[in-house]
């Protein structure tokens, strides 16, 4: 994503991080990573994905609490799914009571495939 970032902002000779440059970069993204993470994930854990998105706040990240009341899940049916998306690297469980997304502008990526 850096590269991404670095090579279309040279490429538009930007100074700052423009539409140009994000539409760039999130195209790059798609073709070249997010659309294979994507077509790997199961069903149920692009269900989890789109609802756990939908939960981040700007940085991201979101309370499990709240993500778990908004998917209508309980903790126990959460803890195998959120184990393969932290093994896939996809999202990081390591602050209690947090997710976080790893991957950079992934929610964008799972709004667009998920048509809010």
Same mark, same amino acid.
């Given at each position: 994503?850096?590269?991404?970032?670095?090579?279309?902002?040279?490429?538009? !000779? #930007?100074?700052?991080?423009? $539409?140009? =440059?994000?539409?760039?970069?999130? /195209?790059?993204?798609? $073709?070249? =990573?997010?659309?294979?993470?994507?077509?790997?994930?199961?069903?149920?854990?692009? /269900?989890?994905?789109?609802?756990?998105?939908?939960?981040?706040?700007?940085?991201?990240?979101?309370? =499990?609490?709240?993500?778990? #009341?908004? #998917?209508?899940?309980?903790?126990? /049916?959460?803890? =195998?799914? !959120?184990? !393969?998306?932290?093994?896939?690297?996809?999202?990081?469980?390591?602050?209690?009571?947090?997710?976080?997304?790893?991957?950079?502008?992934?929610?964008?990526?799972?709004?667009?495939?998920? $048509?809010?």
């Amino acid at each position: 994503a850096y590269q991404a970032f670095g090579k279309y902002m040279w490429s538009e !000779r #930007a100074k700052e991080i423009t $539409e140009v =440059v994000l539409a760039l970069v999130d /195209e790059a993204l798609k $073709e070249k =990573v997010y659309d294979k993470i994507w077509s790997e994930l199961a069903d149920n854990d692009r /269900e989890y994905m789109s609802f756990l998105c939908k939960c981040l706040d700007d940085r991201d990240k979101t309370q =499990v609490g709240e993500f778990l #009341a908004k #998917a209508g899940l309980r903790h126990n /049916e959460w803890s =195998v799914p !959120r184990m !393969r998306l932290a093994a896939k690297g996809i999202i990081d469980i390591e602050e209690r009571g947090i997710i976080k997304l790893k991957l950079p502008r992934f929610k964008e990526y799972v709004k667009m495939k998920t $048509e809010w």
